[in-house]
């Protein structure tokens, strides 16, 4: 069974931190594209954050530079995303999701929201 599954979510102040993890099974990450997205009550779908599997270039959405950072752990078979100074704004279902065409750039991945692998997705709550 292919699955990644998301964890680390949960309600913090503005301000603080958050690191969001995703672990892959049925499959692994070393190749793969892989990506963080969220999606807000009411709004579309967007890419936060990819990271190619090629070259390792990393992309991340104007709204969350130099707040957010994406990294994986091969050992573990696991992604990450590193959450800094987060604000109301910041509030969405955060998905995880993974690509194994090995063309697959970090912007392609991000702006067109490719997986073919999705997480089930988890809350993160910015709020006071």
């Known amino acids: 069974q292919v699955q990644l599954v998301e964890s680390g979510g949960g309600l913090v102040q503005p301000g603080g931190s958050l690191r969001l993890s995703c672990a892959a099974s049925?499959?692994?990450?070393?190749?793969?594209?892989i990506g963080w997205f969220r999606q807000a009550p009411g709004k579309e779908r967007e890419g936060v954050s990819c990271?190619?599997?090629?070259?390792?270039?990393?992309y991340y959405a104007d709204s969350v530079k130099g707040r957010f950072t994406i990294s994986r752990d091969n050992a573990k078979n696991t992604m990450y995303l590193q959450m800094n100074s987060l604000k109301p704004e910041d509030t969405a279902v955060y998905y995880c999701?993974?690509?194994?065409?090995?063309?697959?750039?970090?912007?392609?991945?991000?702006?067109?929201?490719?997986?073919?692998?999705w997480g089930q997705g988890t809350q993160v709550t910015v709020s006071s």
């Open positions: 990271i190619s599997s090629s070259d390792g270039t990393a």
């Open positions: 049925g499959f692994t990450l070393d190749y793969y594209a």
């Open positions: 999701a993974a690509d194994p065409h090995p063309k697959t750039t970090a912007q392609a991945m991000c702006v067109m929201l490719l997986g073919p692998y």
